[in-house]
């Protein structure tokens, strides 16, 4: 028996919408990242970018668990001496509630240029509006 490598042209790529609302943003971000990586398909390869695209409606209505919205705190450090600036969560949803969701599945997908690959075919909106119609994408209920 040989293990299956899947080739750039069997890979198809499917898109999907998930609405966001009413759900808590880490489980939301393992099932986006794990589309995005495309473990649900049979033909996943570790070193390939087999995935789909995905876009997340309703970014601004994702809920937090416990007290994390006041506690969990965003660092980004600008290399210079004094340039360490926080972010509390509660803040960033509040500002902008698509960068939260960025930042998650960000931490789940490969630390590489694959991942960076991975993360460029997510697409996260605000509202339920969203320009990706004419892709046609299948509705995902979570």
Known sequence: MKTYNAKKEDIVR???VIDAEGHILGRLASEVARRLR??????YTPYMDAGDFVIVVNAGKVSLSGKKLSDKVYYHY??????????Y???????????????AVRGMLPKNSLG??????LKVYVNND??????CPQVIKL
């Open 116 to 121: 960076r690959k991975m993360l460029k075919k």
């Open 89 to 103: 969560a509660g803040k960033l949803l509040k500002d902008s509630p698509e960068k939260v969701l960025i930042y």
């Open 78 to 87: 600008s290399g210079y001496p004094g340039g360490m600036k926080k972010t």
């Open 14 to 16: 499917n898109w999907y």
């Open 130 to 135: 969203h320009p990706h119609e004419a892709q």
């Open 38 to 43: 495309g473990k649900h398909k049979p033909v």
